[in-house]
């Protein structure tokens, strides 16, 4: 069986391009497959600052289109996918324009109808989070491409034993987008069949930002995929 293991640096270079290039070498070093990021209007997206105490945050983080070129060169270099969530239909195109070879919805964007069809209007693959979805079932989305639902629960960090991974169906759910701290959780969504891995990426957990604390180290991150490795083999 195939499997993956995406490395979500999302936010997490805290609008420090260096600092982005150094975290998608590091996940190419330690075993991911994939890095991804965030792409958003920050001001269009997050709360405003009276509702929303990493407001600023939001907008420090925010990629440019030069951005996205520059990260997606460095990801093409050292032979690692790059990837992105998307949050609005405009920054579709600044995607395309570096050729992605599928998309993330994220858990946040699951009722968002006109953005996810004109991600499907790519043909492209998308990589769908059902952080935020309630309705019974997988939801109905209709792609050319094809669509990977990753289970995932919306909380930062989640405790072990809200994640339910023991009741998730891996023949119907390709994966599991993981917010929970450590690595067991990701190692037993593989030996539950899970064939996407999804987890955050940082050099430091206790840096400044909401996502830090829930991320896995590049350490955490070749001990993951170390035990991938072995546990594909010995299936």
Same mark, same amino acid.
């Not at 391009?17 to 958003?40: H, N, P, S, T, W």
């Not at 600044?94 to 991600?119: F, G, M, P």
């Given at each position: 069986?195939?499997?993956?293991?995406?490395?979500e640096?999302?936010?997490?270079?805290n609008?420090?391009?260096a600092?982005?290039?150094?975290?998608?070498?590091?996940?190419?070093?330690?075993?991911?497959?994939?890095?991804?990021?965030?792409?958003?209007?920050?001001?269009?997206?997050f709360?405003?600052?009276?509702?929303?105490?990493?407001?600023?945050?939001?907008?420090?983080?925010?990629?440019?289109?030069a951005?996205?070129? *520059?990260?997606?060169?460095?990801?093409? =270099?050292?032979?690692i996918?790059?990837?992105s969530?998307?949050?609005?239909?405009?920054?579709?195109?600044?995607?395309?324009?570096?050729?992605?070879r599928?998309? =993330?919805?994220?858990? *946040?964007?699951?009722?968002?109808?006109?953005?996810?069809?004109?991600?499907?209007?790519t043909?492209?693959?998308?990589?769908?989070?059902?952080?935020?979805?309630k309705?019974?079932?997988?939801p109905?989305?209709r792609?050319?491409?094809?669509?990977?639902?990753?289970?995932?629960?919306?909380?930062y960090p989640a405790?072990?034993?809200h994640?339910?991974l023991?009741?998730v169906?891996?023949?119907?759910h390709?994966g599991f987008?993981?917010?929970?701290?450590?690595?067991?959780?990701?190692?037993?969504?593989?030996?539950?069949?899970?064939?996407?891995?999804? =987890?955050?990426?940082?050099?430091?957990k206790s840096?400044y930002?909401?996502?830090?604390?829930?991320s896995?180290?590049?350490?955490?991150l070749?001990?993951?995929?170390?035990?991938r490795?072995?546990?594909?083999q010995?299936?």
């Amino acid at each position: 069986m195939k499997t993956e293991i995406i490395a979500e640096i999302g936010q997490n270079h805290n609008g420090d391009m260096a600092l982005a290039e150094r975290l998608i070498r590091a996940a190419k070093e330690a075993g991911a497959d994939v890095a991804k990021f965030q792409l958003y209007d920050a001001k269009a997206l997050f709360p405003p600052r009276e509702q929303n105490p990493w407001f600023d945050y939001n907008c420090s983080t925010e990629l440019t289109k030069a951005d996205v070129g *520059r990260l997606a060169e460095c990801c093409a =270099k050292i032979g690692i996918e790059f990837m992105s969530s998307v949050f609005d239909v405009e920054r579709i195109s600044w995607l395309e324009d570096v050729d992605v070879r599928r998309y =993330k919805i994220a858990s *946040r964007s699951i009722h968002d109808r006109e953005l996810i069809e004109a991600v499907a209007a790519t043909g492209k693959p998308m990589i769908v989070s059902l952080g935020a979805w309630k309705g019974p079932g997988l939801p109905q989305i209709r792609a050319p491409g094809g669509v990977d639902y990753l289970h995932c629960v919306s909380e930062y960090p989640a405790p072990l034993d809200h994640l339910k991974l023991s009741e998730v169906d891996f023949g119907t759910h390709a994966g599991f987008s993981d917010h929970s701290e450590g690595t067991v959780a990701a190692c037993a969504a593989f030996v539950l069949g899970a064939r996407i891995l999804e =987890k955050h990426l940082t050099f430091d957990k206790s840096a400044y930002g909401p996502d830090h604390m829930c991320s896995m180290t590049p350490d955490e991150l070749r001990h993951i995929h170390v035990f991938r490795t072995d546990w594909v083999q010995c299936r």
